[in-house]
């Protein structure tokens, strides 16, 4: 089982940054086809905040762009988030997400992962 552990949310004022990380381990990754994030608010639906696919392609929301910047790692199956210029519309519960496939003993597999998630508040 492929488990998704972030980090790096928190409380911070309007303006601020913050730096999450998300990391992917067990269940004998084979290949990550995508990786990324997203975010519910409350009372919202879950929304696509930025990812990025192995061919290259790098999304992001229309209302994080030129703020947000989505990074990976490779070598350590770890996508990072760097979050400038926060405000209290960014608020929400980010999860981390990856689509992943798996060695198993009769073959490849390939699961939609997602992480527990973490708390990001824009407050002053």
């Known amino acids: 089982q492929v488990q998704l552990v972030e980090s790096g949310g928190g409380l911070v004022r309007p303006g601020g940054s913050l730096r999450l990380s998300c990391a992917a381990s067990g269940g004998n990754i084979f290949s990550i086809y995508a990786m990324g994030w997203y975010r519910q608010a409350p009372g919202q639906q879950r929304e696509l905040v930025a990812n990025f696919t192995n061919d290259y392609i790098t999304n992001y929301a229309d209302s994080v762009k030129g703020r947000f910047t989505i990074s990976v790692d490779n070598a350590k199956n770890t996508v990072f988030l760097q979050m400038n210029s926060l405000q209290p519309e960014d608020t929400a519960v980010y999860y981390c997400?990856?689509?992943?496939?798996?060695?198993?003993?009769?073959?490849?597999?390939?699961?939609?992962?997602w992480g527990q998630g973490t708390q990001v508040t824009v407050s002053s």
């Open positions: 997400n990856g689509f992943i496939t798996q060695q198993m003993d009769w073959g490849l597999t390939s699961t939609n992962y």
